[in-house]
């Protein structure tokens, strides 16, 4: 009788912080879903229409001065739950639910500039007073954004601009090619090996989570992502304008070159930003010590 090689014992932070470089978790739609049942964290949420038309939603709870929160590229505006908790209730929170994802519909088209616009509008509800978080995907849209309409505060968590080298590079039509013949686990497979550069062991164990499934949901939007970042070009060039007091979040064990090399770009950069290292943390603090990230945006914001 032969036996099955045991599955690596990986713990849950572990799984998270190789598995998530560009945000963690969600399902997609192109339509708007009905209204959520109430939140028992009392969130409550509202809709409002962006440049192109398409109805969005975002999620608001807490009293204060007032904070708009942008998830990445694999996640929802549910995966900020905590960490939200824990910043309550000194702020109000406006968190949004991105374009083709959860209860927020989808365009015709896609760009960055159209997601860039969703943040823009949403800032304006917010009011003139209003921060801006942005976190991997969705920190390049608050930087984006920012060079339009200066928020009050900036904060960028590992934002992945290209600084050496493209994001995906050749890893992309590899990224693509398995996607359209294959299917999203296969891409989301190719992504986490040649992009993250995932241990086998760890992406392995990662596949038997429901995390994992979650992410193979929004794959195919994150095609469309990816392609966006490729048309990035390389350097910091452009945000050299931005002037208003920034704070770049970064995790000690996040990727060099994806997520390193940028922020610390990032501080050179701008003219008025600083770098906070998150000990022990990667890519998704929110979800591995939101409590942590919590006190590093609300000392940044309190100062």
Known sequence: MTHASPTPRISR????QASAALPAVACVSREARPLPPPSPVHFTQHRFTSADGTSLSYFRHGEGP?????????????????????????????????????????GATYSLEREVEDVLALMKR????????????????????????????????????PITQPVSGP??????????????????VVFNREVLHTPEPELEA????????????????FARELRALEGLPLGLEAYREVRLPTLVLLGARSPEVLLAQPCRA???????????????????????????????????LRE
């Open 206 to 221: 990662f596949r038997q989570t429901p995390q994992w499934s979650r992410q193979v949901e929004m794959t195919p939007r």
């Open 171 to 188: 890893a992309l039509a590899e990224f693509e090619r398995a996607l359209s013949q294959e299917g999203p686990d296969a891409a989301l």
């Open 266 to 300: 990032l501080v050179t950069a701008l003219a008025n930003a600083r770098l906070s290292v998150l000990a022990g943390q990667g890519h998704v603090a929110h979800v591995t010590a939101p409590a942590l990230l919590a006190r590093e945006v609300s000392a940044f």
């Open 66 to 106: 007032p904070l708009v929160w942008i998830h990445g590229a694999l996640s929802l505006w549910s995966d900020w739950r905590d960490a939200v908790r824990h910043l309550s209730p000194g702020f109000t929170h406006y968190v949004l639910e991105r374009r083709g994802r959860g209860y927020s519909a989808d």
């Open 126 to 161: 917010a009011g003139p007073d209003a921060a801006l978080f942005g976190h991997s995907y969705g920190g390049v849209l608050a930087l984006e954004a920012a060079r339009q309409v200066a928020p009050a505060k900036l904060l960028l968590y590992e934002p992945p601009f």
């Open 13 to 16: 932070r572990r799984i998270l």
